[in-house]
């Protein structure tokens, strides 16, 4: 890898932070050019840090950092552009957190992550536009995994690789990579029916844009089994479950009193 200088500017976005020591935070940023990184904010806790207000969730930031031992070290930051609206509603704050944390699971720190990070960038657009959040939960899902290399195969049986016909009855098996056929005898315990309504909107999440997307009428049985479907496929691929999705399902059928400030599960140090 091309040596970092020792000061560098980059664009970057809050994936997860948490308190260190009296007054410190350590963050985990994405960024378009170098990757994941974790990075420490000195005394950001105090009430005259200057970076404390700007170094926020939810934003895109301009960050200075000094390469570190352990950590990169913020010197600096300046708000690129937050997506404000965003905290507005509950669900779409926990959404939020819920896809830093997918795109936190998917990447190793250093590695290429400019497609994800203008995928998690592009979301966080349209979650502040105001779309509903499990529309775009399940966009971001869907091109996540294309990004993994692991696109859902709907087209065909992910096991004997025949087109999928309308008239047949179709299984979603992640172990897999998608959709098998009821000729095929998939692994064994992979009882999992899929419907012809939830075939089709995982199709329409592979391929329509995000504004046909954004119209799609659909009945709520429908979209809560491709969201089951969905969940499963990733949790399969990063292999093991979001810690942000309990507290999104909680949400869901309650009311909270606040916005998260961060995840709740998030480690504590
Ligand atoms: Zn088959």
Known sequence: MVPIPRRYTTDAIVLSRFDFGE?????????????????????????????????????ELNVAL????????????SVGHAWLNLRDSLESAATAWYLAELAD???????????????????????????????????????????????????????CDRMLEAEGRFRWVPQLGGVVCDRCPGPAHSLAGLSLEALKLLKAYQRLDIEAIAALRQAEVVEREVEAAMRDFIRYTLEREARSLGFLDEIRTQSVPRIPATPPAAPTG
């Open 66 to 77: 000094a390469r570190g031992r352990t950590f990169e070290v913020v010197t600096q930051v």
């Open 105 to 159: 699971r998917s990447l190793e720190e250093r590695a290429a992550a400019e497609p994800v990070y203008l995928l998690l960038r592009h979301a966080y657009g349209l979650l502040d536009a105001g779309m509903a959040p499990r529309r775009v939960a399940r966009w971001y899902e869907m091109h996540l995994a294309d990004e993994l290399g692991v696109r859902p195969e709907v087209d065909r049986c992910a096991e």
């Open 23 to 59: 007054a410190d935070r350590i963050l985990t940023l994405i960024t378009p050019g170098s990757g994941k990184l974790k990075a420490i904010a000195k005394g950001i806790r105090r009430p005259t840090s200057r970076i404390g207000g700007s170094l926020e969730p939810f934003a």
